[in-house]
């Protein structure tokens, strides 16, 4: 059973772009969350989707957004990149609407730099 | 909010050493999860729990829910188990999960 895939595994951007993140979850999963991990806040919780709809959001500017598609892969979108946007983004998975309530299949994440 | 600390924040110890590595958080939740993480990034769940006690070879984790505290033991340690290991908990009255800052392990041989 293939994991979480993750793409890109590296981006590079400069300030003011856009960048949009993709996660496949784990085959029958249908729970989608997104986290982002820096060195001086550590992991933080992004938001989480279910059958292409967002269930919980953290507290992140409007900036940051996502969706989800029928077959439950999901993108996340961060617009008008600032040098703090800098940060390893991680996707997880699980079976369930409430992906915080079960075990979480990591993704190997996406290391964005914003130049 | 709930405030999850974790202790310690590093620590280094011989193979073959029995390892705690300690988290509180502050508000009541529905579930508090044990993660690791290696590095380049990628985190394996280890355990999920809600009350009492799991084992998994020679992992255990433990959670007191009146006193909101959980621990995770290494038996036998070994260098492969060097890692990060993160406390995050669900509930408390915030959507998703709530991290703790980490404990990060080095098991030297």
């Known amino acids: 059973k293939a994991g979480v895939t993750q793409t890109p595994r590296y981006l590079i951007k400069t300030r003011g772009q856009q960048v949009t993140l993709s996660c496949s979850p784990i085959?029958?999963?249908?729970?989608v969350s997104w986290y982002q991990q820096t060195p001086g806040q550590g992991l933080q919780f992004l938001f989480e989707?279910?059958?292409?709809?967002?269930?919980n959001k953290g507290n992140f500017p409007g900036r940051f957004s996502g969706r989800q598609f029928s077959n439950s892969r999901s993108e996340m979108n961060v617009s008008t990149l600032e040098l703090g946007d800098s940060a390893l983004y991680l996707c997880?998975?699980?079976?369930?609407?409430?992906?915080?309530?079960?075990?979480?299949?990591f993704g190997s994440g996406t290391q964005l730099s914003v130049l | 909010k709930n405030e999850v600390e974790q202790s310690p924040q590093n620590l280094t110890a011989q193979e073959g050493e029995f390892i705690t590595i300690n988290c509180s958080y502050s508000?009541?939740?529905?579930?508090l999860h044990w993660l690791q993480q290696h590095p380049g990034g990628g985190i394996v769940s280890l355990f999920m729990?809600?009350?009492g006690k799991k084992k998994h070879g020679r992992l255990i984790a433990t959670i007191n829910i009146q006193e909101k505290h959980s621990s995770l033991h290494i038996t036998a340690s070994h260098p492969r188990d060097s890692a990060v290991y993160i406390c995050?908990?669900?509930?408390?009255?915030?959507?998703?999960?709530?991290f703790g800052k980490g404990t990060h392990l080095i098991i030297q041989p």
């Open positions: 997880a998975s699980s079976f369930r609407q409430t992906g915080s309530l079960e075990k979480l299949f």
């Open positions: 085959s029958g999963h249908r729970s």
């Open positions: 989707y279910f059958s292409e709809t967002q269930r």
């Open positions: 508000v009541g939740i529905s579930a």
């Open positions: 729990l809600s009350s």
């Open positions: 995050a908990v669900a509930g408390g009255g915030a959507d998703g999960l709530t």
